[in-house]
């Protein structure tokens, strides 16, 4: 599996801030994926745009995680500018990951994370915190080298035997 990952955040673009979650992310697939990018840029839809097309259309990723930007503030449209660039959407991901979340805090329910696939490549929406991050990639990774196999054209039948 290829993977990007994006965070989302205008500290850390800034160097105001320490990248956690991203680093995260790194770390917890850098054993078993090739990470092909680990980018920070500013809550800033047209950048997150641009970054999001980069790591699917030219570097081919499998799986781009961003990270931020998911929440209520003004300036978070991690969403929005996922929404803009994916040809579909996956709304079970983001559905599983509140569902598992509420378990654990009922602020799950203000997350406004979203997935969907742009050609072959799955974009997936996480939250800002590391602790978050882990949660939701317990609940969802499991599901990923299905998700990669049928979007490269690999499976021929999506049923268990």
């Given at each position: 599996m290829r993977i990007s990952i994006l965070t989302v955040s205008d500290r850390c673009s800034r160097?105001?801030?320490e990248d956690k979650?991203?680093?995260?992310?790194?770390?917890?697939?850098?054993?078993?994926?090739?990470?092909l990018c680990l980018k920070t840029?500013?809550?800033?839809?047209e950048e997150?745009?641009?970054?999001?097309?980069e790591m699917s259309d030219f570097l081919h990723s499998d799986v781009v995680?961003?990270?931020?930007?998911?929440?209520?503030?003004p300036r978070d449209v991690t969403p929005e500018a996922t929404k803009e660039v994916i040809e579909k959407e996956v709304p079970g991901i983001p559905e599983a990951v509140r569902a598992e979340s509420l378990k654990?805090?009922?602020?799950?329910?203000?997350?406004r994370a979203a997935a969907g696939i742009r050609g072959k490549?799955?974009?997936?929406?996480?939250?800002?915190s590391p602790k978050a991050v882990k949660e939701s990639l317990d609940v969802i990774t499991?599901?990923?080298p299905h998700a990669v196999e049928t979007l490269s054209g690999a499976t021929l039948s999506c049923g268990r035997e």
């Open positions: 160097g105001e801030k979650s991203g680093p995260l992310i790194k770390e917890i697939f850098g054993k078993t994926a090739e990470i840029v500013p809550d800033e839809k997150i745009k641009k970054a999001l097309i995680f961003t990270t931020g930007g998911t929440g209520f503030a654990i805090t009922p602020r799950a329910v203000l997350s490549t799955l974009i997936i929406n996480l939250p800002g499991p599901a990923l």
